[in-house]
């Protein structure tokens, strides 16, 4: 059991481009990473689910994991992090009709909707920049970060 949480443990690290340094007593400690180095999250092959880690710093303020989360109609996302989080929609535009999601277990999950760029709301959007964007804020603390979610059809 410990080999096989170790083994996640380092996967999402590795998705997510967080890392982890250890002391020489196996103590790990957060390292922040270069905000030019982070990557684009994206459905895991094979499935239609896209993992992102919250990462909080010593002091509880979140860390960057990903600058963007690129996503095709009918996907989700789960974020993952701390017990206690929300990820809250911006200026009322949300995937879904919920704007608002607190996590339960330090999990939350956002699914887009199979006919989301058919919506007459986003149809301009998608037809101009053959994407549309959902700004949200992961909040931890008092304190937030905003990587966008993109959502185009699949090339």
Do not use: H, W
């Amino acid at each position: 059991m410990y080999r096989k949480s170790i083994l996640f443990s380092f996967c999402l690290i590795l998705l997510n481009g967080c890392a982890t340094a250890a002391d020489e007593k196996g103590r790990g400690e957060l390292v922040k990473p270069d905000p030019q180095k982070l990557a684009i999250s994206y459905a895991l092959q094979g499935t239609r689910t896209a993992v992102v880690g919250i990462a909080i710093d010593k002091k509880g303020y979140p860390l960057e994991t990903v600058k963007a989360i690129v996503l095709t109609p009918g996907q989700k996302v789960i974020f993952a992090g701390p017990d206690e989080f929300q990820i809250a929609f911006k200026n009322k535009k949300a995937p879904a009709a919920q704007l608002d999601y607190r996590s339960e277990k330090g999990v939350i999950t956002v699914e887009i909707p199979k006919d989301i760029l058919e919506k007459p709301e986003y149809k301009r959007e998608y037809a101009k920049n053959k994407s549309v964007e959902f700004n949200y804020a992961i909040r931890i603390n008092g304190r937030e970060l905003d990587p966008p979610i993109i959502v185009k059809r699949e090339e």
